[in-house]
């Protein structure tokens, strides 16, 4: 990858197997060896069964180009613990959209969006107001609360590919086991882009 010129990589828990804690930071540390590349660990046990602790990523930001997590245990205490132990170079990023402004109470510094796809303008708006208008920011949060949620009422990313294929951004299909939004999950959809004016 880094040949062909990536700028940096995403790096999943192990799923499937359920590593332990030393299993995953071994894990890690070997990719973070093998590249001179940016890594951005994800967090995601809701997907993999794994849950990455706060302990083991403090081990990990180590590695000089580990140098941010993408946080989507939907854990605001570990979000709040990691946030207190890692340095401040090293930046937390929620994984989920609803939890973006929660998670930046307690230090995270944005998001890794789903949503922002759709309505990315406003995201950055509400990340921008954080410090300076915080009611703002919040207002915001409040407004795109239900698009957070519908963007996941089936599995994702079902709902936003399908969304931005009928607003004419061509993303093309699904690839199996993942399938096409029924006709009435279609419909949902439409109407979640209406409320949102964004047909």
């Given at each position: 990858?880094?040949?062909?010129?990536?700028?940096?990589?995403?790096?999943?828990?192990?799923?499937?197997?359920?590593?332990?804690?030393s299993?995953?930071?071994?894990?890690?540390?070997?990719?973070?060896?093998?590249?001179?590349?940016?890594?951005?660990?994800?967090?995601?046990?809701?997907r993999?069964?794994?849950?990455?602790?706060?302990?083991?990523?403090l081990?990990?930001?180590?590695?000089?180009?580990?140098?941010?997590?993408?946080?989507?245990?939907?854990?605001?205490?570990?979000?709040?613990?990691?946030?207190?132990?890692?340095?401040?170079?090293?930046?937390?990023?929620?994984?989920?959209?609803?939890?973006?402004?929660?998670?930046?109470?307690?230090?995270?510094?944005?998001?890794?969006?789903?949503?922002?796809?759709l309505?990315?303008?406003?995201?950055?708006?509400?990340?921008?107001?954080?410090?300076?208008?915080?009611?703002?920011?919040?207002?915001?949060?409040?407004?795109?609360?239900?698009?957070?949620?519908?963007?996941?009422?089936?599995?994702?990313?079902?709902?936003?590919?399908?969304?931005?294929?009928?607003?004419?951004?061509?993303?093309?299909?699904?690839?199996?086991?993942?399938?096409?939004?029924?006709?009435?999950?279609?419909?949902?959809?439409?109407?979640?882009?209406?409320?949102?004016?964004l047909?």
């Amino acid at each position: 990858a880094e040949k062909l010129g990536v700028h940096g990589a995403m790096l999943v828990c192990p799923y499937y197997n359920k590593p332990t804690q030393s299993g995953m930071y071994r894990h890690f540390k070997s990719v973070a060896n093998e590249t001179s590349l940016p890594l951005m660990l994800y967090n995601v046990p809701g997907r993999t069964s794994s849950n990455l602790e706060p302990s083991t990523v403090l081990e990990l930001v180590k590695e000089d180009n580990i140098v941010a997590l993408k946080e989507a245990a939907g854990n605001l205490d570990q979000v709040t613990q990691l946030c207190s132990i890692l340095p401040d170079n090293f930046a937390v990023y929620s994984g989920d959209d609803s939890l973006t402004l929660p998670m930046m109470s307690v230090g995270a510094k944005g998001v890794v969006s789903v949503a922002s796809h759709l309505v990315g303008k406003e995201i950055k708006q509400m990340i921008e107001n954080f410090s300076t208008n915080p009611s703002k920011s919040a207002e915001i949060h409040r407004h795109l609360f239900p698009m957070f949620k519908e963007l996941f009422f089936i599995a994702n990313p079902i709902p936003v590919k399908t969304a931005l294929n009928l607003i004419g951004i061509n993303v093309g299909g699904l690839r199996l086991p993942l399938i096409e939004a029924t006709p009435e999950e279609k419909e949902r959809i439409k109407g979640l882009l209406k409320q949102y004016q964004l047909i």
